[in-house]
């Protein structure tokens, strides 16, 4: 609150002083050589396929629990792309599938759109040995490593959106990095010519900088809500969907596959006053944007998969009414 009154006095509207600090303290918070916020993640998306160079009619691929609205961005710069299934046990991007796609595909994909759906990395050296370009979407994986792979360090650019509900929130947004110096200098020179009414506004910079400065200890507090919940779930027929191998999942939702009728589920959990979403609804296999017959693992999910809060917000009293649904689900 304080952040934000103190952006409103100084009375500035647009990109200004506290957008700089939000992205100079965001690139040193988070390791990046470069980035840079914008209004919107779809924005973000439109500016990292042309930083890559993409001509129109090229093809990129990408999971088909990535967001519907990746695919209005591909159909508004002349793109192709293919779609590729996930892992079922952790709805992660499968390299096996991504594979296959590719090699029943009649293009070769120039990149890969590589969305970290609920948190969980893929097999990071799996697809670096694919030798594709990768744009790293880590709204959802924020704070997640596997091994020594850390979320945001696999793809040559990343994307963090700072959309409401996310471990970081502007109220808004999205700010597109990229790792390395190389890339860094043409997201330097890209910056340049990005008009001021698609950068973030100095409001939303100021409320995303105060969340910024709380990551580690929101990050703490949803870990605990994520590890106590676990224990109540490993109780019932349902299963977490967690990612293999060493390493830690981000934090943004607590999911769930149901081994019943979602309906059910969330029916149960209202009457229990306990708030629940779909996971999976407004993904691209979601909203019928993925060809009949295929990604059968996604449309499964889709058909199952239920988040429950682990937003700091919740509290001690709120955490024990969640752990109980759990341990109770239909």
Same mark, same amino acid.
């Given at each position: 609150? %304080?952040?934000?009154?103190?952006?409103?006095?100084?009375?500035?509207?647009?990109?200004?002083?506290?957008?700089?600090?939000?992205?100079?303290?965001?690139?040193?918070?988070?390791?990046?050589?470069?980035?840079?916020?914008?209004?919107?993640?779809?924005?973000?998306?439109?500016?990292?396929?042309?930083?890559?160079?993409?001509?129109?009619?090229? !093809?990129?691929?990408?999971? $088909?629990?990535?967001?519907?609205?990746?695919?209005?961005?591909?159909? %508004?710069?002349?793109?192709?792309?293919?779609?590729?299934?996930?892992?079922?046990?952790?709805?992660?991007?499968?390299?096996?599938?991504? =594979?296959?796609?590719?090699?029943?595909?009649?293009?070769?994909?120039?990149?890969?759109?590589?969305?970290?759906?609920?948190?969980?990395?893929? %097999?990071?050296?799996? #697809?670096?040995? #694919?030798?594709?370009?990768?744009?790293?979407?880590?709204? /959802?994986?924020?704070?997640?490593?596997?091994?020594?792979?850390?979320?945001?360090?696999?793809? /040559?650019?990343?994307?963090?959106?700072?959309?409401?509900?996310?471990?970081?929130?502007?109220?808004?947004?999205?700010?597109? #990095?990229?790792?390395?110096? +190389?890339?860094?200098?043409?997201?330097?020179?890209?910056?340049?010519?990005?008009?001021?009414?698609?950068?973030?506004?100095?409001?939303?910079?100021?409320?995303?900088?105060? /969340?910024?400065?709380?990551?580690?200890?929101?990050?703490?507090?949803?870990?605990?809500?994520?590890? $106590?919940?676990?224990?109540?779930?490993?109780?019932?027929?349902?299963?977490?969907?967690? /990612?293999?191998?060493?390493? =830690?999942?981000?934090?943004?939702?607590?999911?769930?596959?149901?081994?019943?009728?979602?309906?059910?589920?969330?029916?149960? !959990?209202?009457? +229990?006053?306990?708030?629940?979403?779909?996971?999976?609804?407004?993904?691209?296999?979601?909203?019928?944007?993925?060809?009949?017959?295929?990604?059968?693992?996604?449309?499964?999910?889709?058909?199952?998969?239920?988040?429950?809060?682990?937003?700091?917000?919740?509290?001690?009293?709120?955490?024990?009414?969640? !752990?109980?649904?759990?341990?109770?689900?239909?």
């Amino acid at each position: 609150m %304080d952040s934000v009154l103190n952006c409103l006095v100084t009375d500035s509207v647009g990109p200004g002083d506290y957008l700089e600090r939000f992205q100079k303290a965001s690139r040193e918070i988070l390791g990046y050589d470069f980035g840079f916020a914008v209004r919107s993640p779809i924005i973000a998306l439109g500016l990292a396929l042309d930083a890559l160079g993409l001509q129109k009619g090229d !093809a990129l691929a990408l999971p $088909a629990l990535a967001p519907a609205w990746y695919a209005r961005v591909l159909e %508004d710069k002349g793109f192709n792309r293919i779609v590729f299934d996930v892992d079922p046990s952790s709805a992660c991007p499968s390299p096996e599938a991504y =594979e296959a796609a590719v090699l029943a595909s009649e293009q070769k994909p120039k990149a890969i759109l590589l969305f970290e759906a609920l948190g969980n990395l893929p %097999d990071p050296e799996a #697809f670096r040995a #694919f030798g594709v370009p990768i744009i790293e979407d880590i709204s /959802q994986s924020l704070g997640a490593y596997r091994g020594e792979t850390k979320a945001g360090s696999l793809g /040559q650019l990343a994307i963090l959106g700072l959309e409401g509900g996310g471990l970081v929130t502007a109220g808004g947004g999205a700010i597109l #990095f990229a790792k390395g110096r +190389k890339e860094g200098t043409v997201l330097r020179n890209l910056h340049e010519t990005v008009e001021a009414e698609l950068r973030m506004t100095d409001y939303n910079a100021a409320l995303g900088f105060a /969340q910024l400065k709380e990551l580690e200890n929101n990050i703490a507090k949803r870990r605990e809500l994520y590890n $106590a919940f676990g224990q109540a779930v490993a109780r019932t027929r349902h299963s977490l969907l967690s /990612q293999d191998g060493e390493g =830690e999942p981000g934090y943004w939702a607590f999911p769930i596959a149901l081994d019943s009728g979602m309906k059910d589920a969330r029916a149960y !959990a209202k009457k +229990k006053e306990v708030e629940t979403e779909p996971a999976f609804e407004s993904s691209l296999v979601g909203r019928g944007l993925v060809p009949e017959g295929s990604c059968a693992n996604a449309r499964s999910l889709v058909l199952r998969s239920l988040l429950f809060p682990v937003h700091q917000r919740v509290g001690a009293q709120g955490a024990q009414k969640v !752990a109980r649904v759990l341990a109770t689900l239909p």
